[in-house]
């Protein structure tokens, strides 16, 4: 087996803001993993807020030596438990590898990724994500993927003044009047302030809220998931199997990304930890190209809440297959990840 490397450019059809940042582009590391004339494919993204730069993730994927392995149901059972060399990988590099892997080990098999897993094909209504915009636009917005066909919209928060992000949630229920609402503040409230404001976004059709308050205090959430009657799920404060068992039964949700925990296999671990704690499952992700989305597709099943949509954020996405613009994503029925290059003859 031989691992080839590429990068790409990622361009957000416009700027994602969030409380904390706002991003126009980002750097996606193609990998191929290539045995006996097939290719396996998996996507690492550069994130800033992960600690991992592109020359990082190369670094990472050059060490690996996939030769070592006769095969890559081996190199995968490997990586799986984890062991040397997987084991000293980052979370987002591990995760790309493993994707790579079962790409290649369910083309061999002729075999999607999800019957590899024992799970069912399924499909999934996705969240759509508004950012941090002003009230009109957010309504045209809203308007715009309720035609498309979303269910469900996830609306960022944390502006310096809460009121904006009020109006903006208004505007967006006005826009979408029967979409349902997730509410994102990614971190940037104190537990007063969300106990004071979760209360307003309630009013306005808010169904749950996506980690209120500071991450590195999951007690602070903890105690706001305690008094709030909206749902609240951790994200930024739940990145590890340690992460999320301790705060299972504590919160009602976790969202689990792959780029954050290390992959499928730990995504499943996660979801076994919270099975009958009362915590739910979100599947969320990191703004990539389709290939790098697929993954968790082939995990929906697991999850009450489903933010699968950073391919959509794209100006252009280098690869199909998952769906997504009418508001569902799905596990297609293809061998591997069942993704190809934009332009493949299908």
Same mark, same amino acid.
């Given at each position: @087996?031989?691992?080839?490397?590429?990068?790409?450019?990622?361009?957000?059809?416009? &700027?994602?803001?969030?409380?904390? +940042?706002? @991003?126009?582009?980002?750097?996606?590391?193609?990998?191929? !993993?290539?045995?006996?004339?097939?290719?396996?494919?998996?996507?690492? =993204?550069? +994130?800033?807020?992960? *600690?991992? %730069? /592109?020359?990082?993730?190369?670094?990472?994927?050059?060490?690996?030596?996939?030769?070592?392995? %006769?095969?890559?149901?081996?190199?995968? =059972?490997?990586?799986?438990?984890?062991?040397? $060399?997987?084991?000293?990988?980052?979370?987002?590099?591990?995760?790309?590898?493993?994707?790579?892997?079962?790409?290649?080990?369910?083309?061999?098999?002729? *075999? &999607?990724?999800?019957?590899?897993?024992?799970?069912?094909?399924?499909?999934?209504?996705?969240?759509? /994500?508004?950012?941090?915009?002003? $009230?009109?636009?957010?309504?045209?917005?809203?308007? #715009?993927?309720?035609?498309?066909?979303?269910?469900?919209?996830?609306?960022?928060?944390?502006?310096?003044?809460?009121?904006?992000?009020?109006?903006?949630?208004?505007?967006? #229920? /006005?826009?979408?009047?029967?979409?349902?609402?997730?509410?994102?503040?990614?971190?940037?409230?104190?537990?007063?302030? +969300?106990?004071?404001?979760? $209360?307003?976004?309630?009013?306005?059709?808010?169904? *749950?809220?996506?980690?209120?308050?500071?991450?590195?205090?999951?007690?602070?959430?903890?105690?706001?998931?305690?008094?709030?009657?909206?749902?609240?799920?951790?994200?930024?404060?739940?990145?590890?199997?340690?992460?999320?068992?301790?705060?299972?039964?504590? !919160?009602?949700?976790?969202?689990?990304?792959?780029?954050?925990?290390?992959?499928?296999?730990?995504?499943?671990?996660?979801?076994? *930890?919270?099975?009958?704690?009362?915590?739910?499952? @979100?599947?969320?992700?990191?703004?990539?190209?389709?290939?790098?989305?697929?993954?968790?597709?082939?995990? =929906?099943?697991?999850?009450?809440?489903?933010?699968?949509?950073?391919?959509?954020?794209?100006?252009?996405?280098?690869?199909?297959?998952?769906?997504?613009?009418?508001? =569902?994503?799905?596990?297609?029925?293809?061998?591997?990840?069942?993704?190809? $290059?934009?332009?493949?003859?299908?």
């Amino acid at each position: @087996m031989r691992l080839d490397l590429r990068v790409v450019e990622l361009h957000l059809t416009e &700027p994602l803001r969030i409380s904390r +940042s706002v @991003m126009a582009s980002r750097d996606s590391v193609e990998l191929a !993993v290539r045995h006996d004339g097939l290719s396996g494919y998996g996507e690492v =993204v550069a +994130s800033s807020y992960l *600690a991992l %730069p /592109t020359e990082e993730i190369l670094r990472h994927s050059r060490g690996l030596e996939l030769a070592r392995y %006769p095969d890559p149901e081996t190199a995968l =059972v490997e990586l799986q438990r984890p062991a040397a $060399p997987f084991k000293e990988l980052p979370p987002g590099v591990l995760a790309g590898v493993e994707a790579a892997l079962l790409d290649l080990v369910g083309k061999r098999a002729g *075999a &999607p990724v999800h019957r590899l897993l024992g799970l069912p094909g399924t499909s999934a209504a996705t969240a759509r /994500t508004i950012a941090i915009v002003d $009230p009109v636009r957010a309504a045209a917005q809203a308007a #715009r993927l309720a035609a498309d066909g979303f269910r469900v919209l996830k609306v960022k928060a944390g502006s310096p003044d809460p009121a904006d992000d009020l109006a903006r949630v208004r505007a967006v #229920r /006005t826009g979408a009047p029967r979409a349902e609402l997730l509410l994102d503040p990614n971190g940037a409230w104190t537990v007063a302030q +969300s106990l004071s404001l979760l $209360p307003k976004f309630a009013e306005l059709g808010v169904t *749950a809220v996506e980690q209120p308050t500071t991450p590195g205090h999951p007690e602070w959430l903890a105690d706001v998931a305690a008094r709030s009657e909206l749902p609240v799920i951790a994200d930024e404060d739940a990145v590890s199997l340690a992460d999320a068992t301790r705060l299972a039964g504590r !919160v009602q949700g976790v969202n689990i990304k792959l780029a954050k925990c290390g992959g499928v296999s730990a995504a499943l671990r996660i979801c076994a *930890a919270l099975h009958g704690s009362g915590t739910e499952v @979100m599947l969320g992700c990191l703004t990539a190209s389709s290939l790098g989305i697929a993954p968790a597709v082939h995990l =929906v099943d697991r999850a009450r809440w489903v933010d699968l949509d950073g391919h959509l954020l794209l100006r252009y996405d280098p690869w199909r297959g998952i769906g997504g613009a009418d508001g =569902v994503v799905r596990a297609a029925d293809r061998a591997g990840l069942g993704v190809r $290059p934009a332009g493949a003859q299908q």
